[in-house]
């Protein structure tokens, strides 16, 4: 089995930061992609960004603002948000594109989020 686990999230006011963590474990046998989304009530989940081996994506809305990076060796991916804003309150979600031991096909594995909330 595999888990996915994001913590770090919280309250912060307009213009500060906050970091997330998400670290995957269990029955892996290789990660190809982590990525972070986030859903806001009464909308859809959007990517925020992802980080496959050197490169990362961002979506247009957190460019210049949120960083996204990852330890390999620890199964882990970070997002580094900062400039906040009251938009950028959400449930933000963890996953991980990845192939399990024993089984042949990768899938993406997902956390049960955690929230951010900016005040302004």
């Known amino acids: 089995q595999v888990q996915v686990v994001e913590s770090g999230g919280g309250l912060v006011q307009f213009g500060g930061s906050l970091r997330l963590s998400c670290t995957a474990s269990?029955?892996?046998?290789?990660?190809?992609?982590m990525a972070w989304y986030r859903q806001a009530p009464g909308k859809p989940r959007d990517l925020v960004a992802r980080?496959?081996?050197?490169?990362?994506e961002y979506a247009d809305f957190v460019k210049g603002r949120f960083t996204i990076s990852r330890d390999n060796a620890e199964n882990t991916v970070y997002l580094q948000m900062n400039d906040l804003e009251p938009e950028d309150t959400a449930v933000y979600f963890c996953t991980a594109y990845l192939r399990e031991i024993g089984i042949h096909r990768p899938r993406d594995y997902w956390g049960s989020g955690t929230q951010v909330t900016v005040s302004s």
């Open positions: 980080t496959g081996g050197e490169s990362a």
């Open positions: 269990g029955s892996i046998f290789k990660i190809f992609t």
